[in-house]
């Protein structure tokens, strides 16, 4: 059975830092992994898609990186705002074609 | 690029009531939509899968009696739960595939929180 992971739970850096956040899953089968971002109340916002194949993907400040044989992935926020404050999900489809979500990172940006 | 819309966003009712939530694909065919549930500071739940014209695949554990799922169209699915109890509380988000592939991306709704008193 997939798991996914996301460490740590909550995260908190001044504005303008570089940041990473990490998602590990356990069973590397993956037809692709998402990130995704839920304000408080609301629902998910897609901000990248990487399928199996490729390494990353990047959307502005947003960059994520897949490796798929450790089973990990990370996204990076680059000169992090007060706006990003959020909680960021990772989710990857397997071969029974379900979404698999970690828990999420709550990150605060403090400014 | 692909919207897909939830409602109502809120509903508070009392115990025994049936709520229905509808999820729209505002721009795109959705063979197979999605229904969740997340408890806070919980991750996402895979509730059901909802195919367009066939019954819905329901979960382990989840109970198909309970949270009845029509999707009649490529373009609307709905869930509804009946007799509601505070047990039942949540908050209930649906996604939209584009395309049949499972490795398409997922739209999702903005959510439903159901608050039963």
């Known amino acids: 059975k997939q798991e996914v992971t996301q460490i740590p739970a909550a995260l908190s850096v001044p504005e303008g830092e570089n940041l990473v956040l990490n998602c590990s899953f356990t069973d590397s089968a993956i037809y692709n992994l998402q990130w995704f971002r839920q304000d408080p109340g609301k629902g998910l916002t897609s901000l990248l898609l990487?399928?199996?194949?490729?390494r990353e993907q990047t959307s502005g400040r947003l960059n994520a990186s897949l490796d798929k044989s450790s089973g990990r992935s990370t996204l990076y926020i680059a000169a992090s705002q007060p706006g990003d404050s959020a909680t960021y999900l990772c989710?990857?489809?397997?071969?029974?074609?379900?979404?698999?979500f970690g828990k999420g990172i709550t990150l605060s940006v403090r400014p | 690029g692909a919207v897909v819309s939830q409602h109502p966003s809120r509903v508070i009712c009392k115990s025994g009531t049936s709520v229905k939530i509808e999820c729209r694909s505002l721009d795109f065919q959705a063979t197979t939509m999605f229904w969740y549930r997340q408890f806070p500071k919980q991750s996402l739940m895979l509730m059901a899968t909802s195919n367009e014209g066939s019954k819905a695949t329901y979960e382990q554990g989840v109970e198909k009696d309970k949270f009845l799922i029509n999707h009649a169209s490529l373009t609307l699915s709905t869930l509804t739960v009946t007799s509601a109890h505070p047990e039942d509380s949540s908050f209930y988000i649906c996604?939209?595939?584009?395309?049949?592939?499972?490795?398409?991306?997922?739209?999702f709704g903005d959510g439903t929180r159901l608050s039963i008193l």
């Open positions: 990487i399928q199996s194949s490729q």
């Open positions: 989710a990857v489809i397997g071969a029974n074609s379900k979404l698999t």
């Open positions: 996604s939209a595939r584009e395309g049949v592939q499972a490795n398409q991306p997922q739209h």
